[in-house]
């Protein structure tokens, strides 16, 4: 596998799953080297690691909700929160669903900073 001999910087980003590599590369695949820069710069300051993720979900237990604000779902985090975590059920099902969550929340923050990107010549 070529992508693992390569001293390639996304590599480096905590958790970065083989999913999130597939949607990274694809975005790669049509930016120029000014814009790819770009991309990494805006890329790597919004995505989120499962295992940041995973402690917030942890933490929603004692502050429910936390783990849906900071992946920008607000109005799930206010429900959650009014709620208890739904009963502390939905906070469950987030802790075990963590990496799911991250890899939608990463992926989302890829098709923006590829936006961002594709605009910055």
């Not at 604000?69 to 469950?92: D, K, N, P, R, S």
Request: glycine share 8%; charged share 15%; proline share 4%.
């Amino acid at each position: 596998m070529e992508m693992f001999q390569n001293n390639n910087p996304y590599l480096m980003l905590p958790g970065m799953t083989p999913e999130e590599w597939g949607y990274i590369q694809q975005a790669l695949s049509q930016l120029s080297e000014n814009q790819q820069k770009y991309f990494y710069m805006a890329y790597s300051t919004k995505r989120k690691s499962p295992q940041d993720l995973l402690i917030f979900c942890v933490v929603g237990f004692f502050v429910p909700g936390i783990q849906r604000f900071i992946i920008g779902q607000i109005g799930i985090g206010i429900l959650y929160f009014f709620t208890a975590g739904i009963c502390v059920i939905g906070t469950i099902v987030d802790l075990v669903n963590h990496r799911t969550l991250a890899n939608e929340f990463n992926q989302k923050m890829a098709f923006e900073s590829f936006q961002l990107a594709k605009l910055n010549n």
